[in-house]
Each structure stands twice: as structure tokens, then as C-alpha cells.
């Protein structure tokens, strides 16, 4: 389907200002959130140069942020990276386990689930994830994004709402402790919750195929990157948020630019 004209293929409109243009004027001084509808951009897939008129990128905790640019720092805080054996080898008792003791699988990316399930095991996890934090602000980025918040909807109910929240709060806390804004990574069913964990602004995927972009943007003040992998629901997007929320399609493989398969658009 094509994209309707309020989209532009690969180069942004230029967005007004320089530097960190992208940060909110009433943020407060020690923890900077992003703008809504600060131009954005994925690239949880490989760091590459922002186009002109991008404010805002996401790139992965390993990666250096981009600059002039709102930074936020991707973060896997609540599963393990499918090729990270480390986890099994260093800190087996920190993976979820099924009944016969076998880890449990996000079977869509092969990823091991964290176990956040009591305050001990949270508080030996943030003994590791929370030094990932720190390493985000010495690199310069503006915030964290913590993803998979939702992985307690895929431990077969071994995991509850609650305890994602609770482990979200520590790492809201160590995020603020180090001058870092904090996103809540989809998980509609913790928004009623978005204020007491701490979160700030928000990143959504895929929020007008699943209905979710009002949700979100009333409880964010639409403080809010969303990003969608279909061409129909960005058309749908831009035509409903485009001059409220940041909007951006991308691959599913978030690949980066110059890649085969790479796609890249913005309202």
C-alpha cells in the first residue's frame, strides 16, 4: 500500500534548532525526556549517521550515541540476548524455569527469560543490569529503554504484572540516579502504574495496529516514539498522530541503513 504524503520516505522535515532540540522545556534539570513529536529514529539493528531533521534515536547499550542528538540507550532488561550464554554459564539461578527446570523461551526471538519473581533475585539481577545502566550515562545518552517489561505475559504464569513493576521501579531509580530519562516499553497493562514506577515517556511498537497510541499518548503527554512495521498502520498513524506523536516505519529487523531490506520513514 502506499504511504500517504504526510510520510516522507528516508529524509525527515527539518526539524527547528541544533543540539538536543529534541528535550522538553519543562523537563526537569537532572532527568531530560524527549519532546513530542521530536523526529525519531530505530536503530536498535546497527548505529548508522541520523538522517538531516532527526532529534532523537534509539540505538543498542553497545553502540555510542548519536551526536546533536536525543540519545535513548536500548536496554534487554527483562530476557537474555539468544546468543548471550553467559547467563547460563555465570547466573543460571537468574533464568526463569519451567517445571522439568528448563529455561523459559520467548519462543518469537528465542530469548531467555529473566527471573524477577522475588525481591532477591531483583535485586541480584540489578547487580548486572543496573552497571549496563550506568555504562549508558557515561556514554553520553539522554535515556534508557528497558525492553521486554512485558515478558511476565509470556512466562505461562510464572511472572505477574507485579513483579515486572516492581523490577521496573529499580531500574527507574537507577536511571534517575544517574540523570537518565526512563521509557516504558510497550505494556499497556502497567500504563495505570506508569507514575509510580517512575517512567517518563514511552516507546511503542506498533500501538495503531493494536489500538494502543490514545492510551499511550494521554499518559505520556504524548511524550512518545512509536514505531510501526506495517505500511498501512503508519499511513493510518500519520494521518491520526502525525502532528502529536513521533512516528517512524521501520523493518522488522530494525536493519540499518544501506542494508538489504532496510526501511526507514518518517511523518
Given at each position: 500500500m502506499a504511504l500517504g504524503t504526510a510520510c516522507s520516505a528516508e529524509r525527515p522535515p527539518q526539524a527547528a534548532g541544533s543540539g538536543n532540540s529534541a528535550l522538553s522545556p519543562a523537563a526537569p534539570t537532572a532527568v531530560r525526556p524527549p519532546a513530542a513529536n521530536a523526529v525519531f529514529d530505530y536503530q536498535l539493528g546497527g548505529a548508522y549517521p541520523p538522517p538531516a531533521g532527526v532529534r532523537a534515536v534509539s540505538r543498542d547499550r553497545t553502540a555510542q550515541p548519536a551526536p546533536g542528538r536525543y540519545n535513548v540507550c536500548y536496554v534487554n532488561a527483562f530476557q537474555a540476548q539468544p546468543d548471550d550464554?553467559?547467563?547460563?554459564?555465570?547466573?543460571?539461578?537468574?533464568?526463569?524455569?519451567?517445571?522439568?527446570?528448563?529455561?523459559?523461551?520467548?519462543?518469537?526471538?528465542?530469548?531467555?527469560?529473566?527471573?524477577?519473581?522475588?525481591?532477591?533475585?531483583?535485586?541480584?539481577?540489578?547487580?548486572?543490569?543496573?552497571?549496563?545502566?550506568?555504562?549508558?550515562?557515561?556514554?553520553?545518552?539522554?535515556?534508557?529503554?528497558?525492553?521486554?517489561?512485558?515478558?511476565?505475559?509470556?512466562?505461562?504464569?510464572?511472572?505477574?504484572?507485579?513483579?515486572?513493576?516492581?523490577?521496573?521501579?529499580?531500574?527507574?531509580?537507577?536511571?534517575?540516579?544517574?540523570?537518565?530519562?526512563?521509557?516504558?516499553?510497550?505494556?499497556?497493562?502497567?500504563?495505570?502504574?506508569?507514575?509510580?514506577?517512575?517512567?517518563?515517556?514511552?516507546?511503542?511498537?506498533?500501538?495503531?495496529?493494536?489500538?494502543?497510541?490514545?492510551?499511550?499518548?494521554?499518559?505520556?503527554?504524548?511524550?512518545?516514539?512509536?514505531?510501526?512495521?506495517?505500511?498501512?498502520?503508519?499511513?493510518a498513524a500519520c494521518r491520526a498522530w502525525g502532528e502529536k506523536l513521533s512516528l517512524t516505519l521501520r523493518d522488522r529487523e530494525v536493519r540499518p541503513a544501506g542494508a538489504m531490506g532496510s526501511l526507514r520513514r518518517y511523518c
Open positions: 550464554g553467559s547467563w547460563e554459564d555465570d547466573h543460571p539461578e537468574l533464568l526463569l524455569r519451567d517445571e522439568h527446570g528448563d529455561p523459559v523461551i520467548d519462543e518469537d526471538w528465542d530469548e531467555p527469560l529473566l527471573d524477577i519473581s522475588t525481591s532477591a533475585k531483583r535485586a541480584d539481577l540489578m547487580e548486572i543490569v543496573g552497571p549496563w545502566i550506568d555504562g549508558c550515562a557515561k556514554a553520553g545518552y539522554d535515556a534508557v529503554e528497558p525492553d521486554n517489561l512485558d515478558s511476565y505475559e509470556r512466562s505461562d504464569g510464572k511472572l505477574t504484572a507485579g513483579h515486572a513493576a516492581a523490577f521496573a521501579r529499580l531500574l527507574a531509580r537507577r536511571a534517575h540516579q544517574r540523570h537518565l530519562a526512563i521509557a516504558q516499553k510497550n505494556t499497556t497493562g502497567l500504563l495505570p502504574q506508569h507514575g509510580r514506577i517512575g517512567f517518563d515517556f514511552a516507546v511503542v511498537e506498533e500501538c495503531t495496529r493494536y489500538k494502543e497510541c490514545t492510551d499511550f499518548a494521554a499518559a505520556y503527554a504524548n511524550r512518545v516514539f512509536v514505531i510501526e512495521y506495517r505500511k498501512q498502520d503508519f499511513t
